[in-house]
């Protein structure tokens, strides 16, 4: 399978011991919004759904990256030290 790469990755802070995982494509990031998100709310569905139609080049790769920053956020999870982006995000 061929991944899609959506720039710079971003990784999450996944554990209260600092235990992190790096999101650096598009297919990774559905993986983890389908299997691994701890929340099921409104967020998470429209970034699942950005992720898949940017998958199907319907959206920009652009667009599915801010709405899992979104996602994240309302999830509650921490970026690592790489990830300057979650002031941007919804």
Known sequence: MIETNWGNPITLVVSQQGETQKI??????FYWLR???????HNRDL???YVDAAMHCMVTV?????AFLAA??????????NTTEMSTAR
């Open 72 to 81: 994240a956020k309302t999830a509650g999870f921490m970026l690592g030290d």
């Open 35 to 41: 299997k691994k998100w701890p929340v099921a709310d």
């Open 47 to 49: 970034a699942i759904d």
């Open 62 to 66: 652009g667009a599915a990256r801010k």
């Open 24 to 29: 650096g494509t598009i297919e990774q990031a």
